[in-house]
């Protein structure tokens, strides 16, 4: 049973830097794809920004520039580096992994606030 496991959320000030971290109970090689996710209240799951088995990158347009994604394979692990956090950034972000059979696997959730 493959669990993800993040962790690196909390409050923040608006501007400001978090680092988001997913640690994956198996390999993460073996993932077609990963990405970070997130909802609001009151709105639904969207997509933030995956990584593919290649190292391609995909972010939502209202993050570019802003967030980065990566992996440490040695480490079995996902970031997502967010910075000149907003606060409508402020919501519950969950890591996801796809295999090649498009099982989907999600972690639990981390809350990131973005609030003076």
């Known amino acids: 049973q493959v669990q993800l496991v993040e962790s690196g959320g909390g409050l923040v000030q608006p501007g400001g830097s978090l680092r988001l971290s997913c640690a994956a109970s198996t390999n993460i090689f073996r993932f077609y794809a990963m990405g970070w996710y997130r909802q609001a209240p009151g709105k639904q799951r969207e997509l933030v920004a995956t990584?593919?088995?290649?190292?391609?990158?995909n972010y939502a347009d209202s993050v570019k520039g802003r967030f980065t994604i990566s992996r440490d394979i040695a480490k079995n692990t996902l970031y997502l580096q967010m910075s000149n956090l907003k606060p409508e950034d402020t919501a519950v972000y969950y890591c996801?992994?796809?295999?090649?059979?498009?099982?989907?696997?999600w972690g639990q959730g981390t809350q990131v606030t973005v609030s003076s």
């Open positions: 990584i593919n088995d290649g190292g391609s990158r």
């Open positions: 996801n992994a796809r295999d090649t059979d498009m099982t989907t696997y």
